[in-house]
């Protein structure tokens, strides 16, 4: 069932906490309840239907935050069904969210992220790939779906760039590192020694079987290593995506550049890196200032 997939998803792949899984999935009930009176999937839902929806939540008077997490659950339901090729469009798209706050997303710190490549064993090919995907996460910014699906046609490194297909089918060029450039040539003696599997010659990342390597491993082996690492934070690849936007901005770049690099469609979804910097010089302050000193 749909809704199973999305429950998996949600734990395997973004990484929720139990709590906000377990909150997600009783709204999407209520949503499925809503489409059971009207005799309609929740798949087939239209912008008009979610509307009628939302109206009945509002009736029963909640708190923004809450009618805030409802909304949000219902986008990250049909960003789910379009990822997996349920529907093609996102009637959600343009459901507007009652403010409620800044939340601020997970980062890692530049040492964090090295003690996370510093315990992968480079001696295997599993160590190899994965070191190069946690590499090219970090430093071009990737979404999950965008590292998984990387072509050798689309791998351009004696230019320093890659080309990325976003959402909404939208292609950009990212630079990438030198150190992203040589791991997946060093992956890539390990992989011509695999046998791909029809249709996925052109893919950079594969398993051991020749197939395209799947979100989910890739969150399992990032999973591990942060472990391994000793890093207690709930780490999802997007956190890599996060962490690349932060560093990039405390050290001086600018906003619109970070804004093309990510493939935001508007400025004000990166500009919650911003309220990031901030934080980071408050707490550089607080480190550093003699003041705080004991």
């Keep these: ?31 499925v309840g809503f489409c059971t009176e ?63 706050g800044l939340k601020l997303p997970l980062v890692l710190s530049l040492e964090e992220v090295d003690a996370i490549l510093a315990v992968i064993d480079l001696s295997t090919a599993g160590g190899t790939r994965n070191y190069a995907i946690i590499e090219t996460l970090y430093s071009c910014g990737l979404r999950i779906s965008e590292l998984t699906s990387l072509r050798f046609s689309d791998f351009f490194p004696e230019e320093g760039f890659i080309r990325v297909e976003g959402k909404g089918s939208k292609q950009r060029l990212v630079p990438i590192s030198d150190t992203a450039i040589q791991k997946i040539k060093d992956w890539l003696h390990y992989r011509n020694q695999i046998s791909i599997k029809k249709g996925n010659e052109d893919i950079v990342f594969v398993s051991s079987r020749g197939k395209a390597i799947s979100r989910v491993t890739v969150f399992h082996y990032i999973k591990q290593y942060a472990e391994a690492a000793g890093i207690k934070k709930n780490i999802s690849p997007h956190v890599f995506r996060h962490s690349f936007a932060t560093h990039l901005l405390e050290r001086g770049a600018n906003i619109r550049v970070i804004q093309e690099m990510l493939g935001h469609e508007k400025i004000t979804t990166t500009e919650i890196y911003t309220h990031l910097d901030r934080s980071f010089l408050r707490q550089e302050i607080i480190e550093h200032h003699p003041r705080n000193k004991k």
């Design 38 to 100: 009207l005799k309609i999937n929740v798949i087939d839902l239209r912008r008009e239907h979610l509307e009628q929806f939302l109206a009945s939540i509002y009736d029963q008077s909640l708190s923004p935050r809450s009618t805030a997490r409802i909304i949000s659950g219902l986008k990250s339901f049909f960003r789910f069904l379009q990822l997996e090729k349920y529907r093609g469009d996102d009637p959600t798209e343009l459901l507007e969210t009652p403010k409620t």
């Design 1 to 31: 069932m749909v809704t199973d997939k999305y429950k998996r998803y949600l734990l395997l792949e973004k990484g929720l906490s139990t709590n906000t899984i377990e909150a997600y999935m009783s709204d999407l009930q209520k949503l």
